[in-house]
């Protein structure tokens, strides 16, 4: 499938879709059963390499990665359970005897230095555990009801067979600028599209779901993560955000391009 609104905002990456299926894709890469992966490096092997990632819920890569691709509250099973989520996210969980002990397990066991320091010491992201819970808690939380979840490189998307959830797009701010007016061009209101607080892969995945099943579904802003925005510099360059369209929406869009302000100026000069 080739997407007029690529075309018309000069689009240098291809746009990536996310299918939920219980076939797995042929020739898909797949992170290895219980390894650590950023899923935002797979995202970026199928939009700049033409690759299909797929994921499956012994094969998600990390903790949110599972959260976000809709294999339920991955989040239980983090070091310390969903407490030690909110530790980690915030202040760390060094103050606590079990979260040392913990923390002093995983470097006996090999695990990422980078991860044991933010286990013990926090990311960060937010001040205190009780916000992190409070995160948590306003996640749309989904069990996805297919065996596995798939990035496709949107040319292999056949849309008379294929259904896919959403459709996004890695994009510059003017790019993400004429897309944030396009979304609005058909519709009232002011708030056509969202920056939600949440992993990349949250947006793109769970996010993004709830918005295909709403009465109006918007448009979602990604990408703001910095541990997700660490993964994918080296494959897309440092100045992308990510724009997410849930697919009917994508499809109504799609129709729009023709006799929008995507044919004139000013957006010809900036594209």
């Known amino acids: 499938m080739k997407s007029a609104i690529a075309g018309a905002i000069n689009l240098g990456i291809e746009p990536v879709a996310l299918v939920f299926t219980d076939e797995k894709p042929a020739g898909a890469v797949q992170f290895e059963a219980g390894k650590w992966g ?46 030690g989520f909110c530790h980690f996210l915030s202040t760390g969980n060094e103050a606590s005897e079990q979260g040392r002990r913990i923390g002093e397990g995983m470097k006996a066991g090999g695990a990422r230095a980078e991860f044991v320091h933010h286990f013990l010491h926090g990311e960060r992201y937010k001040k205190n555990p009780a916000l992190v819970q409070a995160f948590v808690d306003a996640l749309p939380i989904t069990e996805i009801p297919t065996r596995y979840a798939a990035f496709v490189p949107l040319d292999a998307i056949d849309p008379t067979t294929d259904k896919p959830e959403s459709v996004t797009f890695l994009v510059t701010a003017d790019q993400v600028s004429a897309l944030t007016v396009f979304a609005n061009y058909d519709r009232p209101g002011l708030e056509n599209v969202a920056i939600p607080y949440a992993a990349a892969c949250q947006v793109i995945g769970i996010l993004a779901y709830r918005e295909a099943r709403g009465e109006h579904p918007r448009c979602l802003v990604g990408l703001t ?30 129709a729009n391009v023709k006799g929008s302000f995507l044919e004139q100026e000013p957006w010809m000069e900036l594209k």
């Open 225 to 254: 993560d910095l541990s997700a925005r660490q993964f994918l510099r080296g494959q897309v360059g440092k100045d992308v955000l990510s724009f997410t369209i849930p697919f009917q929406r994508f499809l109504e869009m799609e």
């Open 38 to 83: 950023c899923v935002l490096s797979m995202f970026g092997a199928a939009a700049t390499k033409g690759r299909i990632a797929v994921f499956d819920r012994e094969t998600y890569g990390c903790f949110g990665g599972g959260m976000g691709l809709g294999f339920g509250n991955t989040y239980e099973k983090f070091p310390g359970g969903v407490e």
